[in-house]
C-alpha cells in the first residue's frame, strides 16, 4: 500500500504524456472517496469549499517537502512547525486493536472531517521521515510527471515513477534524440 501522505501529495496529477499540464484533483469528489476508501477515513464528500483552500495549501506544502528532501536538502525546523500546525488541527484516541493475531496500537481521529484527514497526512509524513525513509523520496525524473515516490529500491537508483510509463517513455525520447543527432551528423 502507497503511503497516505504520497497518495495526498500526488492529488496534483501533471499530464506526464504530453505538456505536464497540472490537473488540481483535489476539488474532484470521485478522488476524494477515493482516496478515503483507500486509506480508511472519513470526511464529507465533496469537501466543503470552504476547506478546499487550505487542503491543497497543505498538499502543496507537501509537494515542496518532498522536492526539497529529493534536492538533498534536509528537514528544518519551519517544515516541523507547519506540519505540527496541521498535526493539532483534530484530536486522536489511542486504541488497541488485533490484526489476526497481531496486535497494533491505532489511533482514531474524532472528527469526521479533512481537517482530521490533512491531520492524518501530516502525521504520516511524519512517520516517513521518523522511520528514515526521507533519503528514500523521489520526484519522477519526467519533468512533466513529477510524481511524488519513495524509492524502493536496493541501490536508491529509481528515477522514474513507473518503468512501464515515464520510464519508458523517456528511454523512448532519449533513444529520438540520439537518432536525430545522428541525423544531423
Ligand atoms: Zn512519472
Not at 39 to 61: C, I, K, N, Q
Not at 86 to 94: E, G, M
Not at 128 to 134: E, V
Request: hydrophobic residues 35%; proline residues 4%; charged residues 30%.
Amino acid at each position: 500500500m502507497s503511503e497516505l501522505w504520497i497518495d495526498y501529495a500526488n492529488s496534483l496529477w501533471h499530464d506526464w504524456r504530453g505538456d505536464g499540464h497540472a490537473i488540481d484533483k483535489l476539488p474532484q469528489p470521485e478522488w476524494q472517496s477515493a482516496f478515503l476508501q483507500k486509506h480508511r477515513l472519513t470526511a464529507p464528500v465533496p469537501a466543503p469549499a470552504t476547506e478546499l483552500e487550505e487542503m491543497a495549501r497543505f498538499r502543496d506544502l507537501l509537494r515542496e517537502f518532498a522536492q526539497r528532501l529529493y534536492e538533498g536538502g534536509s528537514v528544518t525546523e519551519p517544515m516541523m512547525g507547519a506540519v505540527n500546525e496541521q498535526l493539532q488541527r483534530s484530536a486522536v484516541v489511542r486504541r488497541a486493536a488485533l490484526h489476526g493475531e497481531d496486535v497494533r496500537l491505532e489511533w482514531q481521529p474524532q472528527e469526521n472531517s479533512w481537517n482530521a484527514v490533512l491531520a492524518e497526512a501530516a502525521a504520516d509524513f511524519v512517520k516517513s521521515l521518523a522511520s528514515g525513509l526521507g533519503s528514500r523520496i523521489r520526484l519522477c525524473d519526467n519533468d512533466n510527471c513529477k510524481w511524488v515516490f519513495l524509492d524502493d529500491t536496493r541501490n536508491r537508483s529509481k528515477r522514474y515513477c513507473e518503468d512501464k510509463t515515464c520510464g519508458n517513455l523517456m528511454k523512448v525520447r532519449r533513444f529520438r534524440e540520439r537518432k536525430k543527432a545522428g541525423d544531423a551528423e
